[in-house]
């Protein structure tokens, strides 16, 4: 990258010269990220490995089929990428996250879930008493 020199630009100016340098930095990069690896197939022993679990912990996993798996013949075959996309899946949520999830949900409910139907059931019940007491003060 040169060395430039700011005198009297605008903030606007600074802003375009960093968009350009930006711009050019990633266009001189080749991305990696548009080329999608290869999905390698691991035996056990590779993802016992990579997992950094032991082989009779994954074969249990195999067993109750908590963990994705490809079985030819006799033999046990892990994708990579499903075995990370498995750990990834197992990821607990953060206190504020569930808390932001709590909120979601209460706000939805209020809008006219199940509050609203306890509010006109109770209603209901109510008026089904009033008529109740009406009628029995009109027979006695």
Avoid: H
């Amino acid at each position: 990258m040169e060395n430039l020199v700011f005198t009297q630009l605008s903030i606007p100016e600074i802003k375009q010269l960093f968009r350009q340098e930006l711009q050019t930095y990633f266009e001189s990069k080749p991305s990696t990220a548009q080329q999608p690896e290869a999905d390698q197939l691991l035996t056990i022993q590779q993802a016992a490995e990579l997992l950094k679990l032991s082989v009779p912990t994954l074969y249990g996993l195999v067993g109750r089929s908590a963990i994705p798996v490809s079985k030819k013949t006799k033999r046990l075959y892990f994708s990579k990428q499903d075995l990370f996309l498995w750990v990834k899946e197992g990821r607990r949520k953060t206190v504020s996250e569930i808390e932001a999830e709590a909120d979601c949900f209460l706000q939805t409910k209020q809008k006219g879930g199940s509050k609203t139907w306890m509010l006109s059931n109770a209603n209901t019940i109510r008026k089904e008493k009033q008529t109740e007491a009406a009628n029995y003060t009109t027979t006695q």
